[in-house]
């Protein structure tokens, strides 16, 4: 059984920074390339970024592009997410979550992923 959770959300003013972590349990975390997910209320769920399992290939979504840095530690089961500058719209919960292989277009297909996690919120205020 998988178990994912995400942490490090927060509420900062704008132009401040978080790092988001995702701690993965119940599978073989190196063999996946993984992704970070955001949703906003009323908003349809939005790809952040991915990376492959090594770490070679990583894509960022356009809304974020610039801001933010995805990274990996295979020896820790864990994902994270260093997000600078951060604005009003970047408010959502973020999710991780296990994906295709890391590609600008299949980082787009968030309704294909299984989301296991309960996601962490990050509040801008502006």
């Known amino acids: 059984q998988v178990q994912v959770e995400e942490s490090g959300g927060g509420l900062v003013q704008a132009g401040g920074s978080l790092r988001l972590s995702c701690t993965v349990s119940?599978?073989?975390?190196?063999?996946?390339?993984m992704g970070w997910f955001r949703q906003a209320p009323g908003k349809k769920r939005e790809g952040v970024s991915c990376?492959?399992?090594?770490?070679?290939?990583?894509e960022y979504g356009d809304s974020v592009r610039g801001r933010v840095t995805v990274t990996r530690d295979n020896a820790k089961d864990t994902l994270y997410l260093q997000m600078n500058n951060l604005q009003p719209e970047d408010t959502a919960k973020y999710y991780c979550?296990?994906?295709?292989?890391?590609?600008?277009?299949?980082?787009?297909?968030?309704?294909?992923?299984?989301?296991w996690g309960q996601g962490t919120q990050v509040t801008v205020s502006s």
């Open positions: 990376i492959s399992s090594t770490s070679r290939f990583i």
């Open positions: 979550a296990s994906t295709f292989p890391c590609s600008y277009s299949n980082l787009r297909r968030v309704d294909e992923y299984n989301y």
């Open positions: 119940g599978m073989a975390f190196d063999d996946y390339d």
